[in-house]
């Protein structure tokens, strides 16, 4: 049945990472310079929902495609090739053994991708993107990949969507060897480990952001003096006390370690030369306004944490609502000057995990 459509959908969510990855040690194979954790944020509507299909009655002379939100997207670039040929080479594989399977392989691919919320915004929109996108296009191949082995392709696409392939917390290791076989992500805790932790998004801009996150960390690994210690010692430090803060649920050190290390991630990007700015004065007003909110509580409530791009994610615990949210909303939901009301308009309710 030449004109037969194989066709697979699925979603993804995206994942804010509470240790960062900033950094390439291979830029072609996408491997990082240090490991990095994430919380996945799997009830959210912050995600990418793709459809992958291929046919043999697709004009060869087309190639594959992506339509991205409605527009035709370019696949021609080294990293969605990468994960092309991976997906490729193992539905190959399988085929080459049993010689009943269709030969979905050789076939074009059409990817239809929606993402519900800004696109490159630091929203982490790659995260969940390639991680659909691999996933939609294993689950066509009806590859038997477990999420681990599916990271290691995605990570090829977005090094951060490595991470959405799971659920709860998150740890993509960073390997050491040079083919990138061992740079993948496995999960540290599911996220009915901590029922109560929520995530709130404070959407303060949808712009595209000025500086992508692969020239941004190219300027950081060529340039930034403090970089070189925050990968020596900053991050080892970072992922090692996280890792104990989720397995014992202690709230004020997760918040610390995520404030701390979002902290160390924008400073290595203002050490670069030219410095690289990702927040803005309302990241900087959220910042000063989750202080304030645990100094009132007398306790670590509230933990901020800021992406290659000015939005806030806001981590808190679901009995902390009230002083976290009703504070937030206040402090910059007031529509007192201009920017004060952008924010409120961002300001979505809180998220389960
Ligand atoms: O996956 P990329 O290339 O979009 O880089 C993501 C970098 C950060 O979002 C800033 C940090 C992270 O670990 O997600």
């Known amino acids: 049945m030449a004109d037969k459509v194989y066709r697979a959908s699925t979603t993804a969510p995206v994942n804010i990472a509470v240790v960062k990855y900033w950094g390439k040690r291979d830029p072609k194979l996408n491997l990082p310079t240090n490991s990095s954790l994430s919380v996945t944020l799997s009830q959210s509507d912050l995600r990418t929902l793709t459809t992958a299909s291929c046919s043999a009655s697709y004009p060869a002379s087309e190639g594959d495609s992506l339509l991205l939100n409605g527009e035709q997207s370019d696949v021609s670039g080294a990293r969605t090739q990468a994960c092309f040929r991976e997906l490729r080479a193992r539905r190959a594989a399988l085929e080459a053994a049993d010689s009943s399977l269709p030969k979905l392989s050789t076939m074009p691919l059409r990817l239809v991708s929606e993402n519900n919320f800004p696109t490159a915004a630091g929203l982490a929109s790659s995260a969940a993107g390639f991680a659909a996108l691999v996933r939609a296009i294993a689950n066509l191949y009806e590859l038997p990949a477990s999420p681990s082995e599916l990271s290691l392709i995605a990570r090829q696409g977005s090094g951060s969507a490595c991470r959405s392939l799971f659920g709860g917390y998150v740890a993509w ?181």
């Open 173 to 353: 290791r960073m390997g050491d060897a040079a083919d990138g076989s061992d740079s993948m992500a496995d999960q540290v805790a599911e996220a009915s480990h901590w029922p109560e932790m929520r995530a709130l998004v404070l959407v303060v801009s949808a712009a595209k952001k000025g500086v992508s996150s692969t020239s941004g960390m190219q300027q950081t690994v060529a340039t930034s003096g403090l970089f070189q210690e925050r990968i020596a010692k900053v991050v080892p430090q970072n992922m090692a006390a996280m890792e104990k803060a989720i397995q014992e649920r202690d709230f004020a050190s997760f918040a610390e370690v995520t404030m701390r290390d979002s902290n160390s991630f924008h400073a290595t990007c203002a050490d670069t030369y030219p410095p690289i700015f990702y927040m803005n004065d309302v990241s900087r007003a959220a910042i000063r306004a989750v202080e304030q909110i645990n100094a009132a509580a007398g306790r670590t409530v509230a933990a901020y944490t800021f992406d290659a791009g000015p939005n806030a994610v806001i981590y808190y615990l679901e009995r902390d609502t009230e002083p976290v949210v009703g504070t937030l909303y206040h402090v910059l939901g007031g529509d007192v000057d201009g920017w004060k009301s952008d924010v409120i308009k961002g300001l979505k309710p809180s998220i389960s995990l």
